[in-house]
């Protein structure tokens, strides 16, 4: 009789450890499930996130210490910060871990209630910078990401800017279209805007160049940045209104970091796009930040040069 009573007590436990098992299974699925439904994998979906929520990063956390994670996934380095965030938020030490905590300059930036008088948008939406500090949070950044630091930089000197959000990739595609082409589908998403708005100071079609890293790259301030350069197309009758606005940046830069700017590219004739859409309003420059071997920490400090620069051609024009 004490046998069998064990037998049925040693049952009774094993199938109390598999109940429990299985709801934590379930439970770990389930959380599973639920986290990838929440988490982005987009540049400026995450950055927008972020900038709702300076807590957003802390999603990415939990996923990353649940066990289902660890056990099937690549585990996310939370120890480093997204770098990116460095100057937008504020980090608070303490003895267990580092923790965000809001900017205050945030809230100005949500109050800024003025009509927007700078454009930017994105032809080749899909260049992209070294990654690989971003790459547990399945953030490939690139130019996308670098058009919504511009315009975050942008707001910290009171000025609006809008970001084109339209999908250029998925566009082509639908129509069938090549890669080469792709000037040609930014100009659909760019004459709507313009048609919906006129009156932008400047418009800013963002690139980055393919150089090699010690041609893309200077140190100001003992900061590694990522040089600038500008591209103006000479085939239509007004391009010389382009290039007056692209010179007058490019002065400015010059003024303060010499270095930072590899100049003016003018491009015409047979072999070249000669246009880029800089028909279609005077104020169209396209800028190119750094080049493929550059880190989006490079892109960050050379906006932060870059966007008070802006700022002052803003308010002087």
Do not use: W
């Not at 953030?139 to 996308?144: A, E, R, T």
């Not at 003024?255 to 590219?265: D, F, H, N, S």
């Not at 028909?279 to 040069?305: F, K, M, R, S, Y």
């Amino acid at each position: 009789m004490k046998k069998v009573k064990l037998k049925k007590k040693r049952r009774f436990k094993f199938r109390i450890i598999g109940y429990a098992l299985v709801m934590f299974l379930g439970y770990e699925l389930s959380f599973n499930i639920i986290m990838n439904l929440k988490l982005v994998n987009s540049n400026e979906d995450f950055i927008k996130a972020l900038m709702v929520d300076s807590n957003y990063h802390l999603l990415y956390e939990k996923k990353a210490n649940d066990i289902l994670s660890k056990l099937f996934s690549k585990i996310l380095n939370v120890n480093e910060p997204v770098s990116i965030l460095e100057n937008t938020f504020h980090f608070k030490a303490n003895d267990a871990a580092m923790t965000y905590v809001s900017n205050p300059e945030i809230e100005e930036v949500k109050k800024l209630d003025v009509n927007p008088t700078v454009y930017i948008y994105n032809t080749h939406q899909s260049e992209a910078y070294q990654g690989n500090a971003l790459e547990g949070y399945n953030i490939k950044p690139g130019v996308m990401m670098a058009s919504y630091i511009l315009q975050d930089k942008l707001a910290k000197q009171n000025i609006k800017a809008d970001v084109m959000e339209d999908n250029i990739t998925d566009y082509l595609n639908l129509n069938n279209m090549k890669y080469s082409k792709s000037y040609q589908a930014s100009r659909v998403f760019l004459e709507d805007a313009l048609n919906k708005y006129k009156d932008y100071k400047l418009i800013i079609d963002l690139h980055r160049d393919a150089l090699p890293k010690e041609k893309s790259t200077i140190i100001i301030n003992n900061k590694s940045c990522a040089k600038i350069s500008f591209v103006i197309g000479e085939d239509y009758d007004t391009y010389k209104e382009n290039l007056t606005v692209a010179n007058k940046i490019n002065d400015k830069i010059k003024e303060k970091y010499p270095t930072l700017t590899r100049g003016i590219l003018t491009k015409g004739g047979e072999a070249s796009n000669g246009i880029y859409n800089q028909d279609l309003n005077p104020n169209i420059i396209l800028i190119e930040i750094g080049a493929q071997e550059n880190t989006i920490d490079e892109v960050l400090n050379t906006i932060e040069l870059l966007a008070p620069i802006i700022g002052e051609y803003i308010n002087e024009t």
